[in-house]
Nanobody
Framework: QLHVVDSGGSLVQPGGSLRLSCAAS????????IGWFRQAPGKEREGISC????????NYADSVKGRFAISRDNAKNMVYLQMNNLKPEDTAVYYC????????????????????WGQGTQVTVSS
């Protein structure tokens, strides 16, 4: 049974930073591409970043490009999303997801492609 666990969400002030983590249980995360998604109340789930299984390629949504950075440490079976210069509009539940998908500058942010999802972690950006 593939089990993904996302964590690290919190309340943070505008301009602040957070690092989200994505861990795997029961499988080797390094075999899969990982995507990060978010969903704000009343809005559709948005793909914000992905990384290939090797970490050689990444993709970012325009809304987070230059502020967020995805990385992975396959030796630790972990993927991270470093979020800097956070804005109130970044407030959402954040999810990581794993699957064998293509992640490059044009692909990998479609939530329909991913089968294995974390439970979500709340990020609130507010003063």
């Amino acid at each position: 049974q593939l089990h993904v666990v996302d964590s690290g969400g919190s309340l943070v002030q505008p301009g602040g930073s957070l690092r989200l983590s994505c861990a795997a249980s029961g499988f080797t995360l390094g075999y899969y591409a990982i995507g990060w998604f978010r969903q704000a109340p009343g809005k559709e789930r948005e793909g914000i970043s992905c990384i290939t299984n090797s970490g050689s390629r990444t993709n970012y949504a325009d809304s987070v490009k230059g502020r967020f950075a995805i990385s992975r440490d396959n030796a630790k079976n972990m993927v991270y999303l470093q979020m800097n210069n956070l804005k109130p509009e970044d407030t959402a539940v954040y999810y990581c997801a794993a699957d064998n998908v293509v992640c490059d500058e044009r692909h990998g942010l479609e939530y329909e492609l991913y089968d294995y999802w974390g439970q979500g972690t709340q990020v609130t950006v507010s003063s």
